[in-house]
């Protein structure tokens, strides 16, 4: 999906196309929409920068059921390799 911004509404935003990603994954995390996965390649970081922004902004991470199997899963696909 592209969603464009038109070039004024972007402009008076001040922020770089980087930054508006990383608040717009910030919100939809703290709303419980995306997953810290979901969210930290939503901002083009990989999970521990994403978690590190979240703390600095005082954000808790919610840690549910569908994060502890997303781990579990990568974890056993690492040690396939």
Known sequence: MTLVIPDQLFN??????DE???????ALFQQEK????QASHL???DILEFQ???????IS?????EDFEA????????GRR
């Open 12 to 17: 008076s935003i001040r922020m770089t196309e």
């Open 20 to 26: 508006l990603r990383r608040e717009l994954a910030v």
């Open 34 to 37: 995306l997953s810290l996965e």
């Open 43 to 45: 901002a083009g970081m």
């Open 52 to 58: 590190l922004l979240l703390c600095s902004r005082h």
């Open 61 to 65: 991470l919610h840690y549910g059921v």
């Open 71 to 78: 781990d579990l899963k990568t974890l056993h696909e690492m």
